[in-house]
């Protein structure tokens, strides 16, 4: 069994309190401003940018740091097209005859429906996929462990990254996506988690009117 390897937290970092009390609030102040996007602007976005919000993702706590995520990165005009036209076959049989009453009920507020341009429009496209269990080089099988909460939180992480470079996404997740493993490539052992649309909001760009749950309704100091 391999031994743990020590060494010193040397980037840890620590500020004095009302510091803290600043960098609380200024960070809420920032995330707070994030919106999904459903209209995305043509506009390019360099792709380091991309590259360095997918390695702050990458950082995320994860099971036995197994890592357990792949991140496709989609550009390519004609790949985006195939996920926008298979997308949209799922779509609409969501909204047409698989989603009950109850959850069109909820996505009401949001005016979403089969179509699904942003797919197509975005300058980028992010396909998060969880892998069920990692490979070994010599082929064998190595298990991943809470791979689902991983990949959850790095996408959180991913998300957020995208909103502090100033760029908007939209988590999109049509229902199934096993046509991501055929159109990327991916291997079965890796779930498909979310399709995330990352560029800049089209300037007419229009959002739902809602808001989000004060602080006595998320949450109880015990
Ligand atoms: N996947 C569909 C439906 C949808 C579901 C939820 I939950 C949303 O928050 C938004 C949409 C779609 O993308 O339209």
Redesign the pocket.
């Known amino acids: 069994m391999t031994q743990p390897n020590f060494i010193p937290l040397t980037s840890y970092q620590e500020y004095p309190a009302d510091e803290m009390e600043a960098r609380a609030a200024e960070f809420y102040g920032e995330i707070r401003r994030r919106r999904t996007v459903r209209e995305f602007s043509e506009r390019a976005v360099p792709r380091s940018i991309v590259e360095n919000c997918v390695l702050a993702a990458g950082t995320a706590p994860n099971g036995a740091n197994m890592q357990p995520w792949h991140f496709v990165v989609v550009s390519d005009t004609d790949v985006k097209r195939q996920i926008r036209e298979a ?1 949209e076959e ?2 609409q049989e ?2 047409n005859s698989k ?1 009950p009453q109850e ?1 069109l009920d ?2 009401a507020p ?1 005016g ?3 179509h ?1 341009p942003f797919l197509e429009t975005a300058p980028f496209l992010i396909a998060i996929f969880a892998q069920r269990h990692g490979i070994l080089p010599d082929g064998r099988k190595v298990k991943h462990y809470y791979a689902v909460e991983s990949v959850g939180i790095a996408s959180g992480i991913l998300i957020t990254a995208l909103h502090h470079a100033g760029l908007a996404t939209l ?5 199934p996506m096993n046509f991501l493993n055929k159109i990327l490539g991916r291997p079965a052992h890796e779930r498909p988690f979310l399709l995330l649309v990352v560029g800049y909001p089209d300037e007419q760009a229009q959002v739902p009117d809602i808001t989000k749950k004060s602080l006595g309704e998320i949450a109880s100091f015990v």
């Open positions: 997308a799922e779509e969501f909204y989603a959850w909820a996505l949001l979403t429906d089969q699904k988590t999109h997740t049509p229902s």
